[in-house]
């Protein structure tokens, strides 16, 4: 677990379990969460794992670095790279990863600052 201090000196936890990494007040009620979905995809003679962002929501907390801390989280308590879905690709996916609101932006900052890589969907269900 993760402790976070809003701009409003607010302690939030973040914690990583199950492919989501769950965001809580002082009180324990979740406030935020980010949800993932592991692909496997083929690399040479290997596979390779990573977690695909399927939903993000951090409601009143957005624009204060907990999103980047819990896509930080994410990759360093699961080993994997992040993964999500083409911010210019506007078409709704079944899997829920398109990305809607603020969730353009935020996918491709993250992916300049190195902490999302890609930009595709992937199409294996998992």
Do not use: W
Not at 23 to 39: L, P, T
């Amino acid at each position: 677990m993760v402790e976070f201090k809003t701009k409003n000196d607010e302690k939030l936890s973040v914690e990583y379990e199950n492919c989501a990494v769950t965001v809580e007040d002082e009180n324990g009620m979740e406030v935020g969460k980010f949800e993932f979905r592991k692909i496997e995809v083929p690399v040479g003679y290997e596979t390779d794992t990573y977690l695909h962002l399927c939903h993000m929501d951090l409601g009143q907390y957005k624009g204060q670095g907990l999103g980047r801390l819990c896509l930080q989280v994410a990759r360093d308590e699961s080993g994997m790279m992040i993964g999500a879905s083409d911010p210019n690709d506007h078409e709704k996916k079944d899997d829920g990863s398109h990305l809607i609101g603020d969730g353009p932006g935020f996918v491709r900052k993250m992916q300049r600052e190195g902490l999302i890589g890609g930009g595709e969907t992937p199409d294996d269900e998992e």
